[in-house]
């Protein structure tokens, strides 16, 4: 099964940006869909961002408009950038594969990484 690592997390101010990292240790599309998910202090995790093997993304109403979704084939890695951050987008971030907005993904779940917005 391919792992995947995520970095890129921080602290960040209210408007900020930061870039979120998944690296595979194969091919990260072999479950055909990797997803961004977040998880915030006593909420449920949930999927932010969706790419597919053939580079369709799809976003969570929170987030449309201010994150984007994009893979790297070649260096089997999928980001996140997020811009126009907001205190509500404090969470830790995690990627995983397979999985879809209505299905949950098959992978493994890592470490993630903790995203903070704050002033």
């Known amino acids: 099964q391919v792992q995947l690592v995520e970095s890129g997390g921080g602290l960040v101010q209210p408007g900020g940006s930061l870039r979120l990292s998944c690296a595979a240790s194969g091919n990260i599309f072999s479950l055909n869909t990797v997803g961004w998910y977040r998880q915030a202090p006593g909420k449920r995790r949930e999927l932010v961002a969706l790419?597919?093997?053939?580079?369709?993304?799809m976003y969570a109403d929170s987030v449309k408009g201010r994150f984007t979704i994009s893979g790297d084939n070649a260096k089997n890695a999928v980001y996140l950038q997020m811009n126009s951050l907001k205190p509500e987008d404090t969470a830790v971030y995690y990627c995983n594969a397979g999985g879809t907005f209505l299905y949950p993904p098959r992978g493994s779940w890592g470490q993630g990484t903790q995203v903070t917005v704050s002033s």
């Open positions: 790419i597919t093997s053939g580079g369709s993304t």
